[in-house]
């Protein structure tokens, strides 16, 4: 029996947005318009561009047309500028104040001290002591790594991830996410033509079993996973959970991505995923959250087989990440400074995770008693995505539970994820919790019946 043929016109759109043919924000023809070109009905029609927009492909209007979508999530989502930046509580990074007087020092000093070798080419992807201090910052939080040769430098942990998923798959692979993710992720595998699978989590992350039959049932090229303070859940995975992964991963020998920018954040280092399944295993560890995202430096452990090439894809995108950050890097790193820094901002979270227990005592929260976002759950009169809205239009940026949705068919939680860090003032920051949680407790679904 063939399929309906509303799916087929869902299907042939649908490559035409993903190949970039519809451009965002372009007209789609109308029902009549396309059902004449097609030979079809304006109900088939219809109920092709129904299912395109629970897609969240594109958007219909009443009296307006249909558009396909702006796929803006990572620019909705990480949003370092607002109209009132003391109202963010969407963006994830340090609390900056507290050491930039201290970057400007380091920089300074590396430049002023005449080291050619990082005004030049440097052989491999960066230079040996650039790497040694990139695996004792690793070796530090958790991951066994003994030989720096199989630490690669990349700009950033997005450049690594989007380094990995092309060097190890292919376009049309499937890769499998935590069912809410960074979307980072998402937007990355969805711009290199990868595919990406949902795997359910509990409040430990991903679920060993659950990744074990998809890996059984479907080609699975790749999996990624934030096993520390996971965005937007903040779920932290135990010694024992990280291990059952390693079991799957080894058992169907699939490459696995360990994106653990958070690691430092707990307050025992635990052990990497990467430690049980060293064969298949990258594992990213970045400076963005704990000491700057400016300075873009992040270093990839490799398995001891693929440093060569993924050195080598490294070099023929970008020759190399620029060695100067990584200078300034490595001297933090060896004086101990990026620790302290680290547990400094670590410190800083303990107690705002405190201070937004206290203003939003009553709704339900979970993260971890150091995590920089809390996951909040929404009142059941609240929709993630009214309630984001309903925020902003009062100045506060929060995200929404539908940016994370690995899969976009899956009903979105009820749920927003806060960033408590990007606010620099803690005053600032209670009185922004306040307001927020004056909005959640008000019902406006009746709000029309006053008008
Ligand atoms: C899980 C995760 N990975 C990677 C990144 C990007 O990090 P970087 O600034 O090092 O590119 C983020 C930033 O929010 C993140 O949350």
């Given at each position: 029996?063939?399929?309906?043929?509303?799916?087929?016109?869902?299907?042939?759109?649908?490559?035409?947005?993903?190949?970039?043919?519809?451009?965002?924000?372009?007209?789609?023809?109308?029902?009549?318009?396309?059902?004449?070109?097609?030979?079809?009905?304006?109900?088939?029609?219809?109920?092709?561009?129904?299912?395109?927009?629970?897609?969240?492909?594109?958007?219909?209007?009443?009296?307006?047309?249909?558009?396909?979508?702006?796929?803006?999530?990572?620019?909705?989502?990480?949003?370092?500028?607002?109209?009132?930046?003391?109202?963010?509580?969407?963006?994830?990074?340090?609390?900056?104040?507290?050491?930039?007087?201290?970057?400007?020092?380091?920089?300074?000093?590396?430049?002023?001290?005449?080291?050619?070798?990082?005004?030049?080419?440097?052989?491999?992807?960066?230079?040996?002591?650039?790497?040694?201090?990139?695996?004792?910052?690793?070796?530090?939080?958790?991951?066994?790594?003994?030989?720096?040769?199989?630490?690669?430098?990349?700009?950033?942990?997005?450049?690594?991830?989007?380094?990995?998923?092309?060097?190890?798959?292919?376009?049309?692979?499937?890769?499998?996410?935590?069912?809410?993710?960074?979307?980072?992720?998402?937007?990355?595998?969805?711009?290199?033509?990868?595919?990406?699978?949902?795997?359910?989590?509990?409040?430990?992350?991903?679920?060993?079993?659950?990744?074990?039959?998809?890996?059984?049932?479907?080609?699975?090229?790749?999996?990624?996973?934030?096993?520390?303070?996971?965005n937007p859940t903040a779920a932290t995975m135990?010694?024992?959970?990280?291990?059952?992964?390693?079991?799957?991963?080894?058992?169907?020998?699939?490459?696995?991505?360990?994106?653990?920018?958070?690691?430092?954040?707990?307050?025992?280092?635990?052990?990497?995923?990467?430690?049980?399944?060293?064969?298949?295993?990258?594992?990213?560890?970045?400076?963005?959250?704990?000491?700057?995202?400016?300075?873009?430096?992040?270093?990839?452990?490799?398995?001891?087989?693929?440093?060569?090439?993924?050195?080598?894809?490294?070099?023929?995108?970008?020759?190399?990440?620029?060695?100067?950050?990584?200078?300034?890097?490595?001297?933090?790193?060896?004086?101990?400074?990026?620790?302290?820094?680290?547990?400094?901002?670590?410190?800083?979270?303990?107690?705002?995770?405190?201070?937004?227990?206290?203003?939003?005592?009553?709704?339900?929260?979970?993260?971890?008693?150091?995590?920089?976002?809390?996951?909040?759950?929404?009142?059941?009169?609240?929709?993630?995505?009214?309630?984001?809205?309903?925020?902003?239009?009062?100045?506060?940026?929060?995200?929404?539970?539908?940016?994370?949705?690995?899969?976009?068919?899956?009903?979105?939680?009820?749920?927003?994820?806060?960033?408590?860090?990007a606010i620099e003032n803690e005053p600032a920051?209670?009185?922004?919790?306040?307001?927020?949680?004056?909005?959640?407790?008000?019902?406006?679904?009746?709000?029309?019946?006053?008008?």
């Open positions: 029996m063939s399929a309906p043929k509303y799916l087929a016109i869902v299907k042939k759109i649908e490559a035409l947005i993903r190949s970039g043919q519809f451009k965002e924000g372009s007209q789609l023809p109308t029902h009549r318009e396309l059902a004449q070109q097609l030979g079809t009905t304006p109900i088939t029609v219809a109920k092709a561009y129904k299912t395109l927009a629970e897609r969240k492909l594109i958007e219909s209007f009443v009296g307006r047309g249909s558009f396909v979508c702006n796929h803006s999530q990572l620019s909705d989502v990480i949003r370092a500028e607002s109209s009132e930046p003391e109202k963010n509580l969407s963006i994830l990074q340090p609390c900056l104040s507290q050491h930039s007087e201290r970057l400007n020092q380091v920089f300074s000093q590396i430049l002023n001290r005449g080291n050619e070798a990082l005004y030049g080419y440097v052989e491999h992807t960066g230079l040996a002591r650039h790497r040694l201090m990139g695996a004792m910052w690793a070796r530090h939080y958790g991951l066994e790594v003994t030989d720096h040769n199989e630490v690669v430098l990349a700009s950033g942990a997005q450049h690594a991830l989007s380094a990995l998923i092309q060097c190890y798959t292919q376009p049309g692979d499937t890769i499998a996410v935590e069912a809410l993710t960074y979307p980072g992720i998402l937007s990355m595998a969805n711009m290199l033509g990868r595919k990406v699978v949902a795997v359910a989590m509990d409040g430990e992350g991903m679920l060993p079993h659950v990744l074990d039959d998809l890996c059984q049932s479907s080609d699975i090229a790749m999996v990624m996973i934030v096993p520390s303070h996971q135990p010694a024992e959970r990280r291990e059952q992964i390693a079991a799957v991963i080894n058992r169907h020998r699939v490459w696995l991505v360990e994106d653990d920018i958070y690691g430092f954040l707990n307050p025992q280092p635990i052990a990497a995923i990467t430690n049980f399944a060293p064969q298949y295993s990258f594992h990213i560890t970045s400076l963005s959250k704990a000491v700057s995202p400016g300075m873009r430096c992040a270093f990839i452990k490799t398995p001891a087989t693929e440093c060569d090439r993924l050195a080598a894809f490294i070099r023929a995108t970008i020759w190399l990440p620029s060695p100067i950050p990584f200078a300034a890097a490595a001297l933090l790193i060896h004086s101990g400074e990026a620790f302290r820094i680290a547990e400094e901002q670590r410190q800083i979270a303990l107690h705002r995770q405190q201070l937004a227990r206290e203003q939003l005592a009553g709704f339900t929260l979970y993260s971890q008693p150091d995590s920089y976002h809390l996951w909040l759950e929404l009142p059941a009169y609240w929709q993630a995505d009214a309630f984001t809205l309903a925020a902003k239009n009062r100045g506060i940026l929060v995200s929404s539970a539908s940016y994370f949705k690995a899969d976009p068919l899956t009903v979105t939680p009820d749920a927003i994820r806060l960033s408590l860090m920051l209670v009185s922004t919790l306040n307001q927020l949680a004056e909005l959640l407790k008000r019902d406006t679904r009746f709000d029309y019946v006053h008008c």
